[in-house]
Structure formats: C-alpha cells, structure tokens
C-alpha cells in the first residue's frame, strides 16, 4: 500500500468541507470530519489516477502545441524565401524593362539618317 494515499484523500476530503462550508456560507474554522482509511485510500487513489491521466493530456498537448509552432517556423521561412526570390526576379524585370525603355528613348531622339530623308513628299 502507498503510505501517501490515505494522506491525500483525508487532504481532499478537508479541502472540498471547507470549500463546501465557505460556500454555504458557514463557520469554516470548526474541525472536520475524519473518513475512514478505506474511504481515504479510494479518494487518494482516484485522485492520483486523475492526476496522471491530466498529467498525460497536458504532455500530449504541449507536445502537439510544439509540433504545429515547428511546421509553422518552417512554412513561415519557406514563404519568407518565396518571397525574396519574387522580389529579386521582380526587380531583375524592372531592370531589363528600364534598359528596353532607355533604348527607345534613345532612337526616338535620335532619328536616324533614312527616317530623316523619308518625307511625305
């Protein structure tokens, strides 16, 4: 036998008294109750089992909590990366469309000899 259990479920059993008394609005500094030691173990026990049944959930969750943070960190630099090659072909597009724009501007200042003879008449 666990020497904690029949501690624990008398811990309990005085804890939800005083809750209950201070509920109803009732003088909480009388003594409580004492249960019986079997009473005591059967509360200490369902009390440790809860215990290590939430103690799972919350390792599984923070687990999953972590696991989905990661995928997120990776698709968040992935996307980030994306991002850094749209802007460098954006502005390699700029580039070459200024340097087409330039030239002409340039032929259209500067006619050439054959548009120059050309005419109307």
């Not at 460098?88 to 030239?103: S, Y």
Request: with cysteine; net charge positive; glycine share 6%.
């Amino acid at each position: 036998m666990v020497p904690y259990l029949p501690l624990s479920g008398r811990i309990l059993h005085r804890g939800s008294t005083w809750t209950n008394r201070m509920a109803l609005g009732l003088d909480t500094t009388s003594k409580c109750s004492t249960i019986s030691k079997e009473k005591a173990i059967s509360d200490g026990s369902e009390f440790l089992g809860e215990g290590i049944l939430f103690a799972i959930a919350v390792g599984a969750t923070a687990w999953e909590y972590k696991s989905s943070n990661d995928k997120a960190i990776v698709a968040k630099a992935a996307q980030a990366e994306k991002e850094r090659e749209l802007l460098a072909r954006v502005t390699a597009l700029e580039d070459a469309l200024a340097r087409v724009e330039a030239r002409q501007v340039a032929a259209v200042a500067v006619p050439s000899s054959e548009s120059a003879k050309r005419g109307w008449f």
